[in-house]
């Protein structure tokens, strides 16, 4: 029911900065929130940031705390994570995700997902 396409991954040196959009589209009227996780080889998934739709509260994992945000354009149903002073241990593979539970939370649902853009950083 809710599809969602990222983009904007590529290759950066340490320092640098990205954005990565994600795209969504079909019922997007019945998602609540919105996340960005990303997975690095070898590692767990690790949940990013959330936003939810309406009033744009979000939340960040404390690793990217200060040097990544997360925002909305609901006219363009996209959520952006634009990512400054990266590190090479960001390095991974980004997901969109979207949730239906009604409450933001790192660990909320996450019914809906994207397919992901890798992101490498370089030192």
């Known amino acids: 029911q809710v599809q969602l396409v990222e983009s904007g991954g590529g290759l950066v040196q340490a320092g640098g900065s990205l954005r990565l959009s994600c795209a969504a589209s079909g019922r997007t009227f019945s998602t609540y929130a919105m996340a960005w996780f990303r997975r690095a080889p070898g590692k767990v998934r690790e949940a990013v940031a959330a936003i939810t739709w309406s009033a744009g509260s979000t939340l960040y994992q404390d690793s990217v705390k200060g040097r990544f945000t997360i925002s909305r354009d609901n006219a363009k149903n996209t959520v952006y994570l634009q990512m400054n002073s990266l590190k090479p241990e960001d390095t991974a593979v980004y997901y969109c995700?979207?949730?239906?539970?009604?409450?933001?939370?790192?660990?909320?649902?996450?019914?809906?997902w994207g397919q992901g853009t890798q992101v490498t950083v370089s030192s």
């Open positions: 995700a979207a949730s239906m539970e009604g409450r933001l939370s790192l660990s909320s649902r996450y019914g809906y």
